[in-house]
């Protein structure tokens, strides 16, 4: 039973920065790719950050610039850090994972439980 598990998030002032960790227990999958997602009640889920394994990063434009994640495929984890937060960077962020299950084939999505971030003006 795959799980993500994220931690990180909280309050923070505007002009601030904030990290996010996320990480997949489980056992015989890889990874193909690990993302955040975001959406405020009422809104859509949009995409923060998202990256595959041995590919580059892709980041939503209203974070571009100020944010950056990183896959740790050894460990299963994905990391996503955020500087110069906004006001409107306030959201649930959402952890995503793309495995692989290797023995049965089947490429799943897995999501984590979200985590909040607070930004204050």
């Known amino acids: 039973q795959v799980q993500l598990v994220e931690s990180g998030g909280g309050c923070v002032q505007a002009g601030g920065s904030l990290s996010l960790f996320c990480a997949a227990s489980?056992?015989?999958?890889?990874?193909?790719?690990m993302g955040w997602y975001r959406r405020a009640p009422g809104t859509q889920r949009e995409l923060v950050a998202a990256?595959?394994?041995?590919?580059?990063?892709n980041y939503a434009d209203s974070v571009h610039g100020r944010s950056t994640i990183t896959i740790d495929n050894a460990k299963n984890m994905v990391y996503l850090q955020m500087s110069s937060l906004k006001p409107e960077d306030t959201d649930v962020y959402s952890c995503?994972?793309?495995?692989?299950?290797?023995?049965?084939?089947?490429?799943?999505?897995?999501w984590g439980q979200g985590t909040q971030v607070t930004v204050s003006s």
């Open positions: 489980g056992s015989d999958f890889s990874i193909n790719a």
């Open positions: 990256i595959r394994s041995g590919s580059s990063p």
């Open positions: 995503n994972a793309q495995l692989v299950n290797w023995r049965v084939g089947c490429l799943s999505d897995y």
